[in-house]
């Protein structure tokens, strides 16, 4: 009897722990390129982390982005340019759209 009483009271203990920690809450980055041709990948980058996506059709979306501000990088196909856009901001849980990025030559 007292054993089961220990199971019982492990289990919940750790039950409980389970429940304690709020999960990390991440966001995404998403926009269009212009022409949807022009670009092969979305590159994300902050201090700690550096995420990437594929351009589909001219559409990215970068997943599971931690809160905070990112600098965005379209990586271009010849003959256009890699473009940059600084200040990007994530916050918890939201999706940031960053709109039309036009590439230019």
Known sequence: MKKMKMTVLALGVMTAGLFAFKGLETGSIKGTVT???GAVKAWALSATDTLKADITNGAFEIVNVKPGDYRLIIEAKAPY??????GVSVKDAQPTDVGEIKLDQ
């Open 81 to 86: 340019k890699n473009t940059a856009k600084d």
């Open 35 to 37: 022409p949807a041709d």
